[in-house]
């Protein structure tokens, strides 16, 4: 990631910061990304579902797919069709 944004705290978590020049799902994948190295989403846990994320962040559902794409590609997440985004569980 080149670009230095802040995540944004509320009361429940971190956001993204909708006037920050970071592209949204950049910043929605470093949150769900803190999730999981922090362990509050742990291997095997389902990621929130799009209409979680929407409401809680505020962004659209292509945002949402776009940072999901981002963590498949990192290996942190799997996508199972009709079932959804679960954290990868670790390699043995």
Do not use: C, W
Not at 4 to 23: A, E, I, M, N
Not at 27 to 42: D, F, N, P
Not at 54 to 77: C, F, K, N, P, Y
């Amino acid at each position: 990631m080149d670009g230095l944004f802040y995540l944004v705290r509320y009361v429940s978590g971190v956001t993204v910061d909708h006037l920050d020049p970071t592209p949204l799902y950049e910043q929605l994948a470093a949150v769900l990304r803190q999730m999981i190295m922090s362990g509050q989403l742990r291997p095997r846990d389902p990621v929130p579902s799009e209409s979680q994320l929407q409401q809680e962040h505020g962004v659209s559902r292509g945002t949402i797919r776009r940072a999901l794409e981002i963590l498949r590609d990192e290996g942190l997440v799997v996508t199972i069709a009709g079932r959804g985004t679960f954290v990868k569980p670790k390699a043995v």
